[in-house]
């Protein structure tokens, strides 16, 4: 809702309202007090011309509001879910002191807080004021202009004023998962996953590339003539194997709308394809993504596999801004738009939302797939299923719930069963927990050789 370029102050209203208050007093006194009567109304009419003018002389003054200068100040980058800081910048260049209340137009995707700030201002003074902002979805998020109510020198109206300029800022998956892992070696970043690195025995590593030395290498990797060249630590980075490739085919269905822990079974996931993105590019493999029921207005479906330094910021730029649609999610046409798409092995990680139904249509995609590619379905397992099955039964109504509760279960667990039989690597977890089983699945791959 747009603001009036002046409205009246809550002073004004009050001394409007204690007019009004006189007018009725006024009008009593002609029954109470007569011979009071003509002096009251004298000063009811006296009061009423100095507000009035009072009022009109304020509305002239305050009505320009030369040398107010603002601007917002925020990080381009946040993280959904991530509390983050924005800061206002608040400047008087007039000549006279200002009194405010200012606004800023947040995007409705962020929750902030601690808005509206009152300010005051002595001429050639600035202020900063600090709000609070937490996403709630990712996307572009738009800021418009900073808004202030200024008021006029007797505090009787109140100017509506913009600063600044629009800004944006991208919402991004939780990425500092990512980032906390940035400076942890391999060794460290599994531990940090709660997973232990185990290499096959007799198996040796193959050289890689010189890195800066990082906390936690040990001195076997540290290369002392290179470090005595450059002057600083410098460690050799060691890999099993180059040149695999690592294609996640996303399902952006409805199904994974549902919720848990307040985000989306859809922001889970992208969570856990970043971090177990991550330490595959680590070990040198290159990382795509295919999503897929994505939707008529979504057209940015496919990222061809790279691998590097670069290749996880290519995937969150190529995410951020992905959700969900109403789609079903059809497995058969992702399955043969992917085998068109991508000639050469890779191991094909299917993330989704399984249901028992998907039977006949999953078992089919996944066959097509193993013609060329290594699988792995990554089914997200929601929270609510799993405290239904171990809440107590009391009543009857909560024993058929309690019943079709764990038939639902069970016939997914079959489905899922169904695809270990045929040499497919099951992930099978919570939707807070599904990095650590993309994590160790690929490592257990690694391991053995397969991948």
Not at 152 to 175: C, H, I, M, N
């Amino acid at each position: 809702m747009r603001l009036p370029a002046m409205r009246p102050s809550a002073r004004l209203v009050k001394l409007a309202t204690g007019l009004c208050a006189a007018a009725l007093a006024v009008s009593a006194g002609r029954i109470w007090l007569p011979e009071l009567q003509p002096p009251l109304v004298m000063l009811w009419w006296t009061a009423g011309a100095a507000l009035l003018g009072g009022m009109l002389l304020d509305a002239l003054t305050g009505y320009r509001v030369p040398g107010l200068d603002g601007n917002r100040q925020l990080a381009r980058n946040l993280a959904l879910g991530v509390r983050s800081t924005v800061t206002l910048e608040m400047e008087n260049l007039g000549e006279r002191r200002l009194r405010l209340e200012t606004c800023d137009q947040v995007p409705p995707q962020l929750a902030a807080a601690g808005l509206p700030r009152e300010v005051e201002l002595q001429p050639g003074q600035a202020a900063r004021v600090e709000y609070p902002v937490t996403p709630q979805r990712r996307g572009q998020a738009r800021f418009g202009r900073i808004e202030a109510l200024v008021s006029s020198p007797w505090g009787l109206w109140q100017k509506k004023v913009t600063l600044g300029e629009p800004t944006s800022a991208r919402v991004y998956p939780d990425f500092l998962g990512v980032s906390s892992l940035q400076a942890l070696s391999t060794e460290q970043s599994l531990r940090y996953l709660g997973l232990n690195q185990q290499q096959r025995r007799g198996e040796g590593m193959d050289f890689h590339q010189l890195r800066e030395y990082r906390r936690g290498d040990s001195q076997r990797q540290v290369d002392w003539r290179a470090s005595a060249r450059l002057r600083r630590l410098i460690s050799r980075e060691y890999q099993d194997e180059r040149d695999q490739q690592i294609i996640y085919l996303l399902d952006c269905g409805r199904r994974m709308r549902a919720r848990d822990d307040g985000y989306s079974h859809f922001d889970h996931a992208l969570n856990a394809l970043l971090l177990s993105a991550y330490v595959a590019v680590r070990q040198g493999d290159a990382v795509g993504l295919q999503a897929f029921a994505t939707g008529n207005g979504q057209r940015r479906a496919r990222l061809a596999p790279t691998r590097g330094d670069d290749s996880i910021n290519l995937l969150l730029n190529h995410v951020y801004d992905l959700h969900t649609s109403t789609a079903h999610s059809d497995y058969s046409t992702a399955a043969r738009e992917l085998m068109e798409s991508q000639q050469k092995r890779a191991l094909v990680v299917l993330v989704t939302n399984l249901r028992d139904e998907d039977s006949d249509e999953l078992l089919a995609a996944v066959e097509l797939l193993s013609r060329r590619h290594l699988v792995m379905v990554a089914s997200l397992r929601e929270r609510a299923l799993d405290e239904l099955v171990r809440s107590p039964v009391e009543e009857f109504p909560a024993a058929l719930e309690h019943l079709a509760t764990v038939d639902l279960v069970q016939r997914r667990q079959r489905l899922l069963q169904h695809l270990r039989a045929r040499n497919v690597i099951v992930a099978d977890a919570r939707p807070e927990r599904m990095h650590l089983a993309l994590v160790e699945n690929y490592w257990r791959l690694k391991r053995s050789g397969r991948l």
